[in-house]
Structure formats: C-alpha cells, structure tokens
C-alpha cells in the first residue's frame, strides 16, 4: 500500500531525513514516532505531497507522490494536528466545500451522511463548527479526511487536548477505521500507540531505529528477562533452588504469603525463556505456581532506550524492515 524507499531530504549539509526505508500493508495501523526534531514531520510532509524529496521514492498504492501526485493524492486522507476548519461554516457546508475541492464523484448527500454517522456528527451536521467543543471539531477534521473514501488515512496528534472521555472516543474511531483503512498514527502519547496500532516504526536522526509489530517491540531493546512468580512452598529453598538454576541472574522475594505462596521477582539472562526451568524444577518438588507472569519494559521505556542509543551514537537496533 506505501513503499518509501531510500527517502533523503536535506537541508543544506543537514539531513532531517536519512536513506530512510519502510512499507505499509494494506489494512495495518501503524505508529509512527519519533522525538521533536527526528525527521518525523519531514517524512510526514513527503509522504502527503506536501514537500519535496532531496532523494528516493514514495508510492501509494503504486502510484508515485511526485510523478503523479494529483493521482496519489486521492488515496490519502489526512488530519494535521491543527484541522484545517472554517469555523464559521456548519458541518455540512463545510464537508461539501472539501468535497468539490477533492473533485470527488461519489454521490454526494449519500456519501457525506455515511461519513457523519461513522463519525458521530449526523446530530451536529447543521451546527457552526466555532460553537462545537474540540472533541468535535477534531471529528471534524476525520470528516474530511475521510471525504472521497482514501485507501490512507493519516493521523497527526489526533487526540491533544482532548478530555479523556474524547480521546477514548477518538480512539475507538481510529481502530474502527483500521478496518477499511491502511492508517498511519503520529503521536506522542506513547500508550495511546500501543492501545491502538499494530505496528511501531521509531525514528531518530532521521534514521529509523525501530520497525516491529507492536507485541514485539520489547525485540529492539536487548536485556535480561523478568518474571514475577507465585509458588507456594517452603520461602527459603524455593529462593535458593531458583538461583541455582542456569542463565538465572536473581530471585527476589517481593511479596508477603498470600494463600501460603511466596511473590518471587526473577530475572534472567538475555535470550533465555527460564519459565519452562522454572516450571519442572517446581513440580519435581511438588511446590504448586499459582502465578507466572512476564515483567515487560514499557512502550515509554522502550522509546527512551532506543533514541538515547541512536544518539549517543551507540550501534542501531535493527526491526524487520529498517533503513539500510
């Protein structure tokens, strides 16, 4: 659906974006993130037909941004960060301006009241949108990026400034959109990333640092291992029989007896799956796990870790499809 390939863009000596190189499939939600200053808006703003290249290529849906970008244009629908609105129109007169500006053919009071039911403006349709709140103006500017039924929709801080209520919302929408679009989410609430998208693909330096789908994204970072367990058995030899099995670095008591069990913090070495270890050493002494659960690094923590890497200069985490 999107191919960027070998993406430069320079500013002089300055390369806010770096022989950069990913795709999109169709259909998939994908998180693009970054630090201020990463390249991220710079690659954003190709990607929309809104800025020049120095280098390469992006094609949507086969069709090149810059050979043909009235043409690519139309597969895109896109939401800035600030929503391009005309306060003083209502909602209808508004969606049927970026209507005729998006030459659009579908029939028009058919397609324009399908996309305010999707979005929930049907009952604010005839309303002035400066009187609307913020949760509504940003339904808004889904509206009309929606407006001639793009195959891309792309997102640009959808949720700043809205109450949590409304981001929920907002969020809802976005996954439900995921099922008859190929979205590109660009945000910095981390949480909202992992919530919503089933890929993540960081950038830094205008390199990317990371490419996984979400549920692997703790593969970018290497380290050791953490479980938290629950056994009931005797606190002191299940401790010392634990530590000494192989590739375990430590076993912690964290927990107070709760139904005669012992909380236990583990860690492993990295690379090493200790849960099967742990299971036949517990069973082979009859002591019952009643809990065994993964200590995950957070989407935050593994942000953090991977922009400091790449710019302090360290080696790069390589994903699935980072730059070359």
Request: hydrophobic share 40%.
């Amino acid at each position: 659906m999107i191919e960027i390939k070998n993406l430069v863009k320079r500013y002089g000596d300055f390369a806010a974006v770096n022989d950069i190189s990913f795709s999109i499939q169709d259909g998939e939600i994908v998180g693009f993130l970054g630090p201020n200053g990463a390249g991220k808006t710079t690659t954003m703003s190709i990607l929309t037909g809104c800025l020049s290249m120095t280098s390469g290529s992006v094609t949507i849906n086969g069709v090149d941004i810059f050979d043909e970008p009235l043409e690519a244009k139309k597969q895109i629908g896109y939401l800035p960060e600030f929503p391009p609105l005309y306060l003083e129109m209502t909602v209808r007169e508004y969606l049927n301006f970026v209507y005729d500006l998006k030459n659009c053919t579908l029939d028009r009071a058919a397609h324009i009241n399908e996309i305010c039911d999707r979005v929930k403006l049907t009952h604010v349709a005839n309303r002035i949108i400066r009187n609307l709140s913020k949760g509504y103006r940003q339904r808004v500017g889904i509206a009309q990026a929606l407006i001639g039924n793009p195959k891309v929709i792309i997102f640009d801080e959808p949720t700043v400034g809205l109450d949590p209520k409304q981001i929920i919302e907002i969020r809802t929408l976005i996954r439900d959109l995921g099922k008859d679009h190929t979205v590109i989410l660009s945000t910095h609430i981390l949480p909202e990333v992992q919530m919503v998208c089933d890929r993540i693909v960081i950038i830094n330096r205008g390199k990317i640092v990371a490419d996984e789908k979400t549920e692997d994204i703790e593969k970018v970072v290497a380290g050791s291992r953490q479980i938290q367990l629950k056994v009931c058995g005797p606190q002191k030899e299940v401790q010392n029989a634990i530590k000494g099995l192989s590739g375990i670095k430590y076993c912690e008591v964290i927990g107070e007896r709760e139904m005669q069990s012992t909380a236990f913090l583990v860690e492993s070495e990295a690379g090493l799956d200790m849960r099967k270890g742990i299971f036949n050493l517990c069973a082979s002494r009859a002591w019952p796990i009643i809990g065994m659960e993964a200590v995950g690094l957070n989407l935050e923590e593994i942000f953090i870790s991977v922009v400091d890497e790449n710019g302090q200069g360290g080696k790069k985490k390589k994903g699935k499809k980072g730059d070359k």
